[in-house]
């Protein structure tokens, strides 16, 4: 049976968030992990992104991070035409740069323990996201 969910807000032109019990977390989790063929490539993304932090491998942080973008999101670079280009790299690292700290505070807790202490964070790192991913590609 499926969890009952109820919309709480509304962000913008995002979709309506949504009130989520522990129990719908966790078999949501169960069928990602059976039916998401992607999940090999999240998997990659971060094995890529840990030995560039730890020095090691011959790929940044940023490069692993493009294989999962790529992956997760390949229709929408092949529609909008948007090249993974050194300017689109560039726009990633800036916005990793300027975001370390949070991101660092946030990437090793499980969704379960955000707090409504975390929802603004969260929402402005997202939408910093979402807009260096919808930044024209620029032409030379």
């Given at each position: 049976m499926a969890a009952a969910l109820s919309p709480v807000g509304h962000h913008g032109s995002m979709s309506r968030y949504y009130v989520v019990a522990l129990e719908d977390l966790a078999r949501a989790r169960v069928a990602y992990e059976r039916d998401e063929p992607r999940d090999l490539f999240y998997r990659v993304?971060?094995?890529?992104?840990?030995d560039a932090e730890a020095g090691r491998g011959q790929f940044s942080v940023v490069e692993g991070l493009a294989v999962l973008l790529q992956s997760w999101n390949l229709?929408?670079?092949r529609r909008a035409r948007h090249p993974f280009d050194q300017a689109h790299y560039d726009a990633i690292t800036e916005l990793l740069s300027a975001n370390r700290t949070e991101l660092l505070e946030l990437r090793d807790r499980g969704i379960e323990t955000m707090t409504d202490a975390d929802e603004s964070t969260v929402e402005r790192l997202f939408d910093s996201f979402v807009e260096v991913k919808r930044q024209p590609a620029r032409t030379s």
């Open positions: 993304a971060l094995a890529l992104m840990a229709g929408y670079y």
